[in-house]
């Protein structure tokens, strides 16, 4: 007698995407099965009425359930996927550190990097036309991270947490955005690469 393997969950997410990324490093890293479906947001396809019937924000990464349940948004991905795992500090006060992180992530180093990179590696679009503000943030978050990783390998707690693998994401592309990486950021990211088995980019 066989036994079939459960349905996996769909992943809805584009490549080129840093927030998309992460659902997929916490995926595999956790031996989570799931389906890819690559939606191009380049190509307008978030924008389908198929998709925005899933998700009416109209954005990926979105995985939907077995169940027909269906969760936007990289970071409530990521923690409903590790929950129960390592990768969520069980010590209160270091979780809590986790999710500062991961707030810090989404309304700083995001909106500064992963722009900027958007801007110039997939719109193309010369210096003259981009938000000369973009620069200097991107710098200040850099510096920000690498002060804080001068004494420590992982962000929380001297061990592998989502505040890695969220910052990780857009962090290890930043080159795409003509950004050098300082020296203790470019150690992370090896680390944390080679922590979650990644040989290129997704």
Known sequence: MTTQSPVPMT????SISGNCHKV??????LGIPYLWIETSVLQKETRTPEFLALNPAGQVPLVAFPDGRVLAQSNAIMLHLAEGSALIPAEPFARAQMFQWLFWEQYSHETAVAVLRFRKAFLKLPECEIDPALWPRCTAVLALMENHL???????????SLADIALLAYTRLAPEAGLALPPEIAR???????????????
Not at 150 to 160: A, C, G, M, P, S
């Open 11 to 14: 992943i809805y997410g584009d």
């Open 24 to 29: 997929k490093f916490v995926a595999d890293y």
């Open 150 to 160: 001068v004494q420590r390998r992982y962000f929380v707690d001297e061990t592998l």
């Open 188 to 202: 992370w990211v090896k680390r944390i690469e080679v922590d979650l088995k990644i040989t290129a980019q997704p």
